[in-house]
Each structure stands twice: as structure tokens, then as C-alpha cells.
């Protein structure tokens, strides 16, 4: 995204977003389990960084990269979204219990006591803005705002209390054409 938005490009950014790309299309051919959400999300990136760049960044190229990026950004966000509202044991807080149970995903930062009691609002807190998140494209500002404040919580708490790292940066990425589109719609 920071590759299509900045200018002027320099051959080594161009160089690094095509290996970026070509390194995440390699490990997702070789990898035969599914890959999270910083990998699908990354590749969209540096995709539309390098389709915008083989049409000679041209200014309708750069919009069209930017607009793919925003529109998948709030499509995985909806998509995962709708995903939890559909499943019962998400709507009822039990997955989250379950998920921060793992060894995995896990964490002993939250009592055992303190997750049940919190699990079925916090579970609502990730739901409902997931859901909603595409409408901050042609919603007022303040609701993009409280989305893009919402999904940096969001992923901060992901990181801190998950250990997903990448996820934290990787959809954080997608804010600046998200918030480029919405503000040219």
C-alpha cells in the first residue's frame, strides 16, 4: 500500500515489492496447511503494488491498486465477520474461551474467571464491527474513525495476547487505502 501511495518509486522498492510477492505466492504453493490472514491480506498488497507498477503507474492504475486493497480489507473483515454471527459457540463467547485456551492461541494474561464473565461482550466487540467495518467506506468519517481505531485494538490485542504479530501489521497496512477510498467516495 505505502509502495502505490508514496512516490516517486525507486527501482530497489520496486524490486523488494515483486520479492515480497513472488516469496508469499512460493510459500503459499509449498504450504499445504492454510495460511492466517497477514498472508492472504499481504499478498493482496504487494499484488496490487504490482499490478499498479506494470501499467506504468499510471494514475488510474494507482486508484484501481489502492481501491483492491480497501475493498480487501473490508472484505476480510466482513467475510470473518459474518463467519462468527453465523456460528453459535462465537455468539455465545464460547470460541473465544476455547480459542485463548490453546496452547496455540493461548494466553495467561486472562484468568480462566475474568475470560468466562468477558467472553460472550468481547466476542460481540470483534462481531459486530467485523460485520460493519464496509460501511466505513460510504458511512460519516467519525464511523470510519471508530473503525480504524476499533481494528487497531483489535489487532494490538491479537498480537499481544495471540502472538499473531504479522496480523497486527499486515492489516494496519490496508488503513491508508481504506481511508483514501472513503475519503474520495
Same mark, same amino acid.
Not at 468481547?122 to 460493519?132: G, M, N, R
Not at 471508530?146 to 490496508?174: I, R, V, Y
Given at each position: ?17 515483486? !520479492?515480497?510477492?513472488? /516469496? *508469499? ?9 492454510? #495460511?492466517? $490472514?497477514?498472508?492472504?491480506? =499481504? ?51 464460547? !470460541?473465544?474461551?476455547? /480459542? *485463548? ?9 486472562? #484468568?480462566? $474467571?475474568?475470560?468466562?464473565? =468477558? ?67
Amino acid at each position: 500500500c505505502v509502495f502505490v501511495v508514496i512516490r516517486p518509486w525507486s527501482h530497489a522498492s520496486e524490486l523488494l515489492a515483486l !520479492a515480497i510477492l513472488l /516469496v *508469499l505466492m512460493y510459500r503459499a504453493a509449498r504450504n499445504p496447511y492454510g #495460511s492466517d $490472514g497477514f498472508d492472504q491480506i =499481504a499478498t493482496c498488497i504487494f499484488g496490487a503494488c504490482a499490478v499498479s507498477k506494470a501499467f506504468g503507474h499510471s494514475a488510474g492504475a494507482d486508484v484501481a491498486a489502492v481501491a483492491f486493497v480497501s475493498a480487501q480489507s473490508a472484505l476480510a473483515y466482513f467475510t470473518a465477520g459474518v463467519a462468527k454471527l453465523t456460528s453459535p459457540i462465537w455468539r455465545s463467547g464460547e !470460541a473465544l474461551v476455547g /480459542v *485463548l485456551s490453546t496452547s496455540t492461541h493461548g494466553t495467561t494474561v486472562l #484468568s480462566p $474467571g475474568c475470560l468466562a464473565w =468477558a467472553s460472550r461482550p468481547l466476542s460481540w466487540l470483534v462481531i459486530a464491527p467485523e460485520v460493519i467495518f464496509p460501511l466505513g467506506l460510504i458511512g460519516p468519517k467519525w464511523l470510519l474513525a471508530a473503525l480504524l481505531l476499533w481494528g487497531t485494538a483489535f489487532h494490538f490485542g491479537a498480537a499481544a495476547l495471540m502472538g499473531l504479530n504479522t496480523f497486527f501489521w499486515g492489516f494496519l497496512a490496508t488503513y491508508p487505502c481504506v481511508v483514501y477510498i472513503a475519503t474520495a467516495m
